[in-house]
């Protein structure tokens, strides 16, 4: 938990204040007095006797008990002067713009660990170094502009950088959106994203909060407490919008089995992301696009009305619109009617509803009205901008009133940002939000509609064969388990294995002949990749097949022994799992055999998953409508296939030392699901 000084100090000493206001420590200086800072507080600059007004101190030894530092001084100083201030002065927040740490190299990763030590021992908090500060309404600690308007309804900004923390503020300030808080971790050398939504899920309070969060991430270094505190705070009511940039080498790395092929860094993070129930973006623009959205009334359906002067953009809002699942309902009826008498002649209503260029306030208000009270419509985006003929201030006043009053959504999308420059910037003044371009509010309101729902992260504890998993699991080395060993754990799990035969030999193979059923499939064991060295034989009919296929198998570089099952016939499915660096488990599912690596059509989600999880991941699959059943074709029992996805799940959390897991291919029917093929990595 932050420490209640970094929060809400009562005094701060700017290390490194200076008269520059060009410099980290001449800004922020300026930045806390231009905004008020109602605390006392300090320089400590070896030159000077006072600072733009305020006492400075040459000596840090000499400065009184302070609460919080910010420090803005050369790297080799930092470390003398934390703890002189840990140590003497009773300094429990921290904040360090220096830059030349753990960034940089090794000796300034070890130096910036020696900070934290000091701190830690202290028992104090420390956001950065190499950031931008932070800004919340006790306090405007940052070294940079503009400085926005706080206001406890707008948004909690949490970013790991400081730089794009500047560019998001700035492009933030052109579309009217609002902050709460801002806060930059740099180099999260203690404090990273982490702790700030610890701090902001258990500070919550349900009226006072802002319930829209934004988060810039470039590490998660615990995935779990980040998940935790993301989900808190969702339950509660807010929402979050998120970029992640960067992925982690682990990522990157060559994969040896299907999962690994598929299962990238990214997709943990979009797991991660979606069972939270975050918003993910991909730029500061759609980040805030998103964000304008959040703020304002929350949209209850999908059906949209259009309004508009302009016909392209709302062709084009149209159609990202409806390519993301969003209605645009015709309008018909008498009220319609009603509704197109009080336009120009050449109006349409059919939605988009298109009151021309010649359209006027009074028409605008009649067809938000209209919008209102009708039942076919959830929310509005009114596109207005100006060919620059004449002043239209009344049009944004109107819509001014409307967004105010309207009990649905009205969204304000301004494009004429230098005809009607001092028209949108009293409309902003007014406390609203405008988007400028149609295209990119259609796709961020695509993913406020459609984001995902939080889902349910309590691991279910009912795994019947506990003791037996366990013991077997402590028996084996890291690396592939045998495959008589992954049979066993996946009968353990409750997944049915076709039952096979394993011969090493020709005296094996004699004894094993008799209790054939024909007919039966032949792979080879050893070689990683099967089918790539030609090592499985289909449809064996009789004992001359038999033999003859054994022979060849076993004569392929690396062939120990020969795996014969029972050949089945029905749909091939996928199942596959693996876990990275400390993320939880993600888990696919797909079409099998070679389709997996070749379509790549897999659904994903992160453990522990529940049953409903399970049916949405296979609903989610392009191929779905053939597992359901097409055209005559049977199809697969889907109930089945998603509760063994939740047996792997239990499997998972019984054995978290499973890096990969691969069940391909599972053969499927209308009644049965058997997995055939079965490979388990270890890392304990």
Excluded: W
């Excluded at 990749?529 to 009789?542: E, Q, R, W």
């Amino acid at each position: 938990m932050l420490h209640s000084k970094l929060i809400h100090p009562k005094s701060i000493v700017i290390v490194g204040g200076s008269d520059n206001i060009h410099s980290p420590g001449g800004r922020v200086l300026k930045n806390l007095i231009d905004h008020k800072f109602k605390g006392q507080l300090f320089v400590v600059n070896p030159k000077k006797e006072v600072v733009q007004g305020v006492t400075s101190y040459n000596d840090i030894s000499d400065v009184p008990q302070v609460d919080l530092a910010i420090i803005a001084i050369s790297v080799k100083y930092v470390y003398e002067a934390v703890k002189v201030l840990t140590q003497h002065k009773n300094t429990r927040g921290f904040i360090i713009f220096s830059a030349g740490f753990s960034e940089k190299d090794q000796n300034g990763e070890q130096l910036e660990k020696n900070i934290v030590r000091l701190i830690n021992d202290a028992g104090g908090s420390l956001l950065g170094p190499n950031n931008i500060g932070l800004i919340n309404k006790h306090y405007t600690g940052v070294f940079t502009t503009p400085i926005p308007k706080l206001d406890e309804k707008g948004v909690d900004f949490v970013s790991g950088s400081g730089a794009t923390a500047v560019f998001t503020i700035e492009a933030a300030k052109n579309m009217g959106l609002t902050f709460s808080s801002i806060y930059t971790v740099g180099n999260s050398a203690q404090i990273g994203v982490e702790e700030i939504l610890e701090y902001l899920d258990e500070s919550f309070e349900k009226e006072s909060s802002s319930k829209v969060k934004l988060l810039y991430i470039e590490s998660i270094k615990s995935p779990l407490k980040f998940l935790k505190h993301t989900t808190s705070l969702i339950r509660k009511g807010c929402k979050i919008a998120a970029i992640k940039a960067g992925s982690s080498e682990a990522g990157n790395r060559a994969a040896s089995s299907h999962t690994g092929a598929i299962a990238n860094s990214d997709l943990f993070i979009d797991t991660l992301f979606r069972k939270a129930g975050i918003i993910r973006c991909y730029g500061r623009n759609e980040l805030i696009t998103v964000a304008g959205i959040l703020l304002q009334k929350e949209i209850k359906g999908k059906n949209i009305a259009i309004i508009t002067h302009a016909g392209g953009p709302a062709v084009m809002l149209t159609d990202v619109l409806s390519k993301n699942g969003i209605n645009i309902p015709p309008l018909e009826g008498k009220d319609v009617e009603i509704l197109l008498s009080q336009l120009f002649d050449g109006s349409s209503v059919s939605n988009p509803i298109d009151f021309l260029a010649t359209g006027n306030a009074q028409q605008l208000d009649a067809i938000i009205e209209y919008c209102e009270n009708s039942s076919e419509i959830d929310a509005m985006a009114v596109i207005f901008g100006s060919p620059g003929l004449i002043a239209v201030d009344d049009v944004y006043e109107i819509l001014n009133e409307k967004i105010k009053t309207s009990k649905k959504p009205v969204y304000a999308i301004l494009p004429s940002v230098v005809n009607v420059k001092n028209e949108i910037k009293q409309f902003l003044k007014k406390g609203n939000i405008a988007f400028s371009d149609e295209v990119l509010f259609g796709n961020a309101l695509a993913k406020v509609i459609n984001r995902p729902m939080a889902s349910d992260n309590n691991k279910d504890t009912d795994f019947k064969f506990f003791q037996r998993t366990r013991k077997l699991i402590e028996g084996l080395p890291n690396g592939y388990m045998p495959t008589e060993s992954a049979i066993k754990l996946l009968d353990y799990a409750g997944v049915n294995f076709a039952t096979p035969f394993h011969v090493k030999n020709k005296t094996e193979l004699h004894t094993v002949s008799k209790s054939i059923t024909y007919p039966v499939v032949l792979k080879v064991e050893g070689p990683l990749h099967k089918s790539d060295v030609g090592g499985v034989i289909l449809n064996i009919s009789n004992e001359t097949e038999l033999y003859d296929g054994f022979h060849k198998l076993m004569q392929i570089e690396g062939a120990t022994s020969v795996i014969i099952q029972p050949m089945l016939t029905g749909m091939e499915l996928f199942i596959g799992a693996k876990k990275e660096t400390n993320y939880p488990h993600v888990i696919l599912c797909g079409l099998g055999g070679i389709f997996v690596e070749v379509l790549k059509d897999v659904s994903a989600v992160m453990t522990p998953v529940s049953n409903e999880d399970a049916i949405k991941m296979i609903s989610d699959l392009k191929a779905y409508p053939i597992l359901e059943g097409v055209r005559g074709q049977n199809g697969i029992n889907i109930q089945l296939f998603a509760e063994i996805i939740v047996k792997i799940s239990k499997l998972l959390d019984v054995v978290p030392e499973i890096a990969e897991l691969d069940l391909n291919p599972l053969i499927a029917t209308q009644k049965d699901l058997t997995a055939v093929d079965v490979r388990i990595r270890l890392e304990k």
